[in-house]
Each structure stands twice: as C-alpha cells, then as structure tokens.
Nanobody, 119 residues
Framework: QVQLVESGGGLVQPGESLRLSCAVS????????MGWYRQAPGNQRELVAT???????NYVDSVKGRFTISRDNVKNTVYLQMTSLKFEDTAVYYC?????????????WGQGTQVTVSS
C-alpha cells in the first residue's frame, strides 16, 4: 500500500523560508515522478513543481528561482525548499506520486500541509 505523508508546513512572514517533506511508503518511489501541488481557498489545485525518477525538474513560473524540488531515493522522500515566500504562496500543499506506463498512470496523494504567509 502506498502512503504519502507531508510535513513542514506552517506560518511564516513574507521573505522567509520553509522546507516541506513528503515521505513515501511502498515500493514505487524510485520509479515515480514526484510533484508538489497547491490549492488556495477558492482556487483550483495547481502544479508547483515536479521531479522525475531521473532527476529532471519542472516549475510553475511563479515559483521559479524561489522554490527547489529535490528527492532522496534512499529515504523515499521528496522535498520542496521554499524561499522568499510571498503572500500568494499561501495554500495547502499536496505531495503527488505518479507512476506507470502512459496507458495506466496511477496517482497517489498526501493529505496536504498548510503553508500560510502572513505578516
């Protein structure tokens, strides 16, 4: 059974940093593209960043240069280092694991962790 458990959210002031972690149980981690999504109140869930099993990364434009996604295939954990946080980064952040061939992609989600940027 695959489980994703996020941690690291909290309340910070603008300009500060946070690091989110997502620990994945099960045997799929090394084969998965891992991602972080976020959802602010009243908004749709949006992709923030992804990292493939080979280590290639992708970011939404609004976080480029501020956020860094990384993965540790020994610890089965994916991280999101967030710096220079802005009010608009406030959201629930969700970890996602995606794996499988194109005709049978499977997605797994964590429960979410709240990030609030406020002065």
């Amino acid at each position: 059974q695959v489980q994703l458990v996020e941690s690291g959210g909290g309340l910070v002031q603008p300009g500060e940093s946070l690091r989110l972690s997502c620990a994945v149980s099960g045997s799929i981690f090394s084969m998965s593209t891992m991602g972080w999504y976020r959802q602010a109140p009243g908004n749709q869930r949006e992709l923030v960043a992804t990292v493939t099993s080979g280590g290639s990364t992708n970011y939404v434009d609004s976080v480029k240069g501020r956020f860094t996604i990384s993965r540790d295939n020994v610890k089965n954990t994916v991280y999101l280092q967030m710096t220079s946080l802005k009010f608009e980064d406030t959201a629930v952040y969700y970890c996602n694991a995606r794996f499988g061939p194109p005709w049978n992609v499977r997605n797994f989600w964590g429960q979410g962790t709240q990030v609030t940027v406020s002065s």
